[in-house]
């Protein structure tokens, strides 16, 4: 089961009203959804998630609208509901635990799954999958992506091991690509505090889903999207994330357009880290319109 991270922060940081609007773009397991609609059960919340299998049994008397989108759509979505402005939006970004656990899509390196990764449950052949990126990309993209959206020092190497592996045999599962790092990293690494296949997993995952390019666009049509008065809550989990996220906001401070609710990051207390140990790398920081 997903376990939500920031979910009070999250919300009371959008100064809502029995009204509101509310666009969740990361619908997930609903946790950010369903608390809202308990407090205030008059609101209206319109949910995005690329992945349909997050509304599956999402049965509920709330006034909850799915969309199975991509939130880079978010403006289409609300055209389609006939939606001009929302009160407050949410990202919660990257991977709820259900799918890294249930997937069965290769999103976890000690579950040994066909190397997909997509955040879409059901892939069609014209897109983009994890085996696609490991087989076919050219050593250096390999490797600059590993860099780039892993910051794993190693990149060069593991890109290496995986086109050396690759003329051999076709790189089809996670335990596949799990024995290309291990054979590319030294002893030491694997002795590590995080696992070693870390990085690299995160990175492909990154660059299957054009994770950065769907957050960059979807702040930018989000807040275009949100009322004067209105909030985004924005949960990331990287570094590479948050550092879009705050450059982002910065720059629709400095041109008067908004107001940061929080000058400084907001983390999960101690209590929240102890009893939900993800909850450690997520940053929460909120955007008003004015
Ligand atoms: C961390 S989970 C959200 C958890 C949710 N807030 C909860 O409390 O249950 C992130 C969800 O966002 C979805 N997601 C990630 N990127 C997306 C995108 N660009 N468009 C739509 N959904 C996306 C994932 O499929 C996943 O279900």
């Known amino acids: 089961m997903h376990r939500t991270v920031l979910l009070n922060e999250t919300i009371e940081g959008l100064n809502l009203n029995p009204k509101s609007l509310v666009v969740d773009c990361t619908f997930g397991g609903g946790g950010h959804s369903l608390e809202i609609c308990k407090k205030y059960p008059g609101v209206k919340i319109i949910a995005l998630d690329q992945d349909s299998s997050a509304f599956k049994n999402k049965k509920t008397d709330y006034k909850i609208i799915f969309h199975n989108e991509n939130f880079r759509s978010i403006e289409r979505v609300l055209e389609k509901e006939g939606i001009e402005q929302a009160d407050g939006i949410i990202f919660d970004l990257g991977l709820s635990s259900d799918q890294l656990e249930n997937s069965g899509r290769g999103f976890s390196f000690l579950k040994n799954e066909p190397l997909l990764m997509t955040l879409k449950a059901n892939p069609t052949s014209s897109d983009l999958t994890a085996q696609d990126v490991v087989n076919t990309w050219s050593e250096k993209n390999l490797s600059d992506i590993i860099y780039g959206y892993g910051e794993e020092k190693f990149s060069r190497k593991i890109a290496k091991g995986m086109v050396d592996a690759r003329q051999k045999a076709k790189i089809e599962t996670t335990f596949d690509l799990v024995k290309i790092?291990?054979?590319?990293?030294?002893?030491?690494?694997?002795?590590?505090?995080?696992?070693?296949?870390?990085?690299?997993?995160?990175?492909?995952?990154?660059?299957?889903?054009?994770?950065?390019?769907?957050?960059?666009e979807g702040l930018d049509k989000g807040f275009k999207l949100l009322k004067i008065g209105g909030r985004m809550s924005v949960i990331s989990f990287h570094s590479l994330e948050d550092r879009i996220i705050k450059r982002f906001f910065r720059e629709k401070v400095?041109?008067?357009e908004a107001r940061l609710i929080n000058k400084k990051v907001i983390l999960a207390s101690d209590n929240e880290v102890k009893n939900n140990p993800r909850s450690r790398s997520a940053k929460l920081r909120i955007l008003e319109k004015i």
């Not at 870390?198 to 660059?207: E, G, K, L």
């Open 181 to 216: 790092i291990s054979g590319a990293v030294p002893g030491l690494y694997k002795r590590g505090r995080i696992h070693f296949a870390t990085r690299t997993f995160q990175a492909i995952r990154i660059a299957v889903n054009d994770e950065l390019g769907a957050l960059a």
């Open 254 to 256: 400095a041109v008067g």
